[in-house]
């Protein structure tokens, strides 16, 4: 029992993780229908933003979490207006240019910070036992920092001027444009926030992971995961989603090994696509 609730521990981790960087994904993807096969390098420039603003500048974590949103959330809003607006309504070519400008952004942190990974210091040092269970403080802080991000991103979408724009141009994109709503603008900052959502995923995981100019793939794939099984622009189906990638995974893996558990998570997904393919909770759309 014990090694199943440390398991169980370390599982609810990665599900925040992912979680965090699935967030952006349902912003981006969900409500924009973009696909954005830069996402995990929006993760990547969120993590060397991190690494920068505490191991070379010397300041604060605290400082460095909200430069990664800044910073993401910048470039985001760059792709935007350059690349993505030109290509509305063409999901291929999207895909293509996106492709693209992943591994121009791949190459440029190759070039600047070398392909060796660099690290970040854990900044909640220390943790406390349950039991025979070691839990670190820091874990703790980014389960319940992810937490409060998905509350605010909520509550962002559901109870703002903003969110209620953003909604009803994805619903019907003409009609609001009609009404007056500026639905280029609402496309950047849509875009940019869930950009910055990237960079905050990669800040939290910089500490515990290593930062590479490649580290993004994983966080791509786990992202759309987490986002086709729990429905494509549903938050609760996201969480559910990310802990079903998240616990499965490290259960899994504890019982055999990390290869065999992936392969497992991987046809667990399949099996719910086969026969939920809009997701667990999918929205309903007029």
Same mark, same amino acid.
């Given at each position: 029992?014990?090694?199943?609730?440390?398991? +169980?521990? $370390?599982?609810?981790?990665?599900?925040?993780?992912?979680? !965090?960087?699935?967030?952006?994904?349902?912003?981006?993807?969900g409500?924009?229908?973009?696909?954005?096969?830069?996402?995990?390098?929006?993760i990547?420039?969120?993590?060397?933003?991190?690494?920068?603003?505490?191991?070379?500048a010397?300041?604060?974590? #605290?400082v460095?979490?909200?430069?990664?949103?800044?910073?993401?959330?910048?470039?985001?809003?760059?792709?935007?207006?350059?690349?993505?607006? %030109?290509?509305?309504g %063409?999901?291929?070519?999207? !895909?293509?240019?996106?492709?693209?400008?992943?591994?121009?952004?791949?190459?440029?942190?190759?070039?600047?910070?070398?392909?060796? @990974?660099?690290?970040?210091?854990?900044?909640?040092?220390?943790?406390?036992?349950? =039991?025979?269970?070691?839990?670190?403080?820091?874990?703790?802080?980014?389960?319940?920092?992810?937490?409060?991000?998905?509350?605010?991103?909520?509550?962002?979408?559901?109870?703002?001027?903003?969110?209620?724009?953003?909604?009803?141009?994805?619903?019907? %994109?003409?009609?609001?444009?009609?009404?007056?709503?500026?639905?280029?603008?609402v496309?950047?900052?849509?875009?940019?926030?869930?950009?910055?959502?990237?960079?905050?995923?990669?800040?939290?995981?910089?500490?515990?992971? @290593?930062?590479?100019? +490649?580290?993004? =793939?994983?966080?791509?794939i $786990? @992202?759309?995961?987490?986002?086709?099984?729990?429905?494509? #622009?549903?938050?609760?189906?996201?969480?559910?989603?990310?802990?079903?990638?998240?616990?499965?995974?490290?259960?899994?893996?504890?019982?055999? $090994?990390?290869?065999? #558990?992936?392969?497992?998570?991987f046809?667990?997904?399949?099996?719910?696509?086969?026969?939920?393919?809009?997701?667990?909770?999918?929205?309903?759309? %007029?």
């Open positions: 029992m014990e090694s199943f609730f440390a398991l +169980f521990l $370390n599982g609810l981790n990665s599900s925040a993780l992912i979680l !965090m960087a699935a967030l952006g994904m349902v912003v981006i993807c409500l924009m229908n973009v696909i954005n096969l830069a996402h995990g390098e929006l990547m420039i969120g993590a060397y933003t991190a690494y920068c603003i505490t191991q070379k010397g300041m604060s974590f #605290a460095a979490l909200p430069a990664a949103f800044a910073v993401s959330a910048a470039v985001g809003a760059a792709m935007e207006l350059a690349v993505i607006r %030109r290509l509305t %063409r999901p291929a070519e999207t !895909m293509l240019a996106t492709f693209g400008i992943s591994v121009v952004l791949q190459q440029m942190a190759n070039l600047i910070f070398g392909a060796q @990974s660099q690290y970040v210091a854990i900044p909640i040092p220390g943790n406390f036992s349950l =039991g025979h269970v070691v839990v670190p403080y820091y874990n703790v802080f980014t389960i319940l920092f992810v937490t409060a991000v998905l509350a605010g991103t909520v509550l962002l979408m559901k109870k703002t001027r903003f969110g209620r724009r953003v909604r009803a141009i994805t619903q019907n %994109r003409s009609m609001a444009e009609c009404l007056g709503i500026d639905s280029a603008h496309d950047t900052m849509t875009f940019a926030f869930g950009s910055g959502l990237a960079g905050l995923a990669g800040a939290l995981a910089a500490p515990v992971k @290593s930062v590479s100019p +490649f580290m993004g =793939g994983p966080y791509l $786990n @992202s759309f995961l987490t986002s086709v099984v729990g429905g494509i #622009a549903s938050f609760f189906g996201t969480t559910v989603g990310s802990l079903l990638v998240g616990e499965s995974t490290a259960l899994l893996g504890g019982l055999t $090994n990390d290869v065999l #558990a992936s392969i497992l998570v046809l667990i997904i399949i099996a719910i696509i086969r026969f939920k393919p809009e997701g667990l909770f999918a929205k309903e759309r %007029r």
